[in-house]
């Protein structure tokens, strides 16, 4: 495996929903065209008990998917994060601070990773290679 780039598409929260939503289909479509990814993970969604955070959660989502798909990307993983933790520890139970050792362990000529939401997306995307190679 190699790790060609992470990070996090940070939108401006004095935009409004529209904006950011737009920005983010926008940024995604740059990151297709750099480079050109031919399978897609996602984290699968599970409730939440802060409704508003998961409905924007849920629009965010949607447009990811969306844009995917329109950039070519009709194959995706969806994985729970206890799903990822279990496959990456053996145990659902890691904690953020063991999924940035995680990471850092897989990709040890990679700079740090400092984002937790990086290092998650990361930790996603090796779950699901692992998955996608055991089938």
Known sequence: ?????????????????PERLF??????????ERYCPSFLAIERLFFSKNVKT?????EARGVILA???EAGLHS??????????????????????QIM???A???????????DDAADA?????ASLRTSLQT
């Open 101 to 103: 050792a995680m990471v």
């Open 23 to 32: 920005q983010l289909r926008n940024d995604l479509l740059t990151v297709c």
């Open 54 to 58: 998961a409905l924007a959660v849920s």
């Open 122 to 126: 990361v930790a996603i995307a090796v």
């Open 67 to 69: 844009t995917l798909w």
């Open 76 to 97: 995706y993983t969806e994985l729970t994060p206890t799903a990822v933790k279990q496959i990456l520890f053996g145990s659902g139970r890691a904690d953020k601070r």
């Open 1 to 17: 495996m190699v790790l060609l780039d992470c990070g996090c598409i940070l939108t401006d929260p004095k935009q409004s929903t």
């Open 105 to 115: 362990a897989l990709f040890p000529n990679v700079p740090p990773i400092r984002s």
